[in-house]
T-cell receptor, first 116, second 114 residues
């Protein structure tokens, strides 16, 4: 079974704190993604990575950064948390397969972050 | 830019009712289309997909047909069960290449009552 795990299911932080959200996958996937999920807005891509130490901005990267030092781990960092970053954060991973039009993304259970 | 629009929810049905969740898209070229499902307390799972016009994706009794002429990918099921209660997301694959970036609709919550 493919497994994507996220370090916390629920997290409460204060405004201005530095926040780390961790994601680990066990399927040797090259691609990893961070999304945030908000009611009425669906999922929006924050950052993604297609290789170790590689990263690309998604649709809403402002206020976030990422780190991928090892293939299986992709971290999302909120440098100075703000209340408008209260949301559900979902991590996903997929294979990078040359010549394929799409490889299924496998999602973690999500981290519900509240910033007070 | 590319976008996906789903019907607003929540959708509330009785068990064994017929389900339709509408999804339309705007995209350049010919995207691949997907339905993902999120059960309570879980991440998203791929439900079905279609990669070209007139393709029909199907899984677990759900179906969706890629209609290029109407730019639609509506999700249907003939007889829903309580266990189908979840949030359903329509999505398209954005851009070329293998990184598999997706654009999601806003999600439609389905509640099935016994």
């Amino acid at each position: 079974d493919v497994k994507v795990t996220q370090s916390s299911r629920y997290l409460v932080k204060r405004t201005g704190e530095k926040v780390f959200l961790e994601c680990v996958q066990d399927m040797d996937h090259e691609n990893m993604f961070w999304y945030r999920q908000d009611p009425g807005l669906g999922l929006r891509l924050i950052y993604f990575s297609y290789d170790v130490k590689m990263k690309e901005k998604g649709d809403i990267p402002e206020g976030y950064s990422v780190s991928r030092e090892k293939k299986e781990r992709f971290s999302l960092i909120l440098e100075s948390a703000s209340t408008n970053q209260t949301s559900m954060y979902l991590c996903a991973s997929s294979f990078f397969q040359r010549g394929s039009s799409y490889n299924e993304q496998f999602f973690g259970p999500g981290t519900r972050l509240t910033v007070l | 830019g590319d976008s996906v629009t789903q019907m607003e929810g929540p959708v509330t049905l009785s068990e064994e009712a017929f389900l339709t969740i509408n999804c339309t898209y705007t995209a350049t070229g010919y995207p691949s289309l997907f339905w993902y499902v999120q059960y309570p307390g879980e991440g998203l799972q791929l439900l079905l997909k279609a990669t070209k016009a007139d393709d029909k994706g199907s899984n677990k009794g759900f179906e969706a047909t890629y209609r290029k002429e109407t730019t639609s990918f509506h999700l249907e099921k003939g007889s829903v069960q309580v266990s189908d209660s979840a949030v359903y997301f329509c999505a398209l694959k954005w851009g070329s290449g293998n990184t598999g970036k997706l654009i999601f609709g806003q999600g439609t919550t389905l509640q099935v009552k016994p």
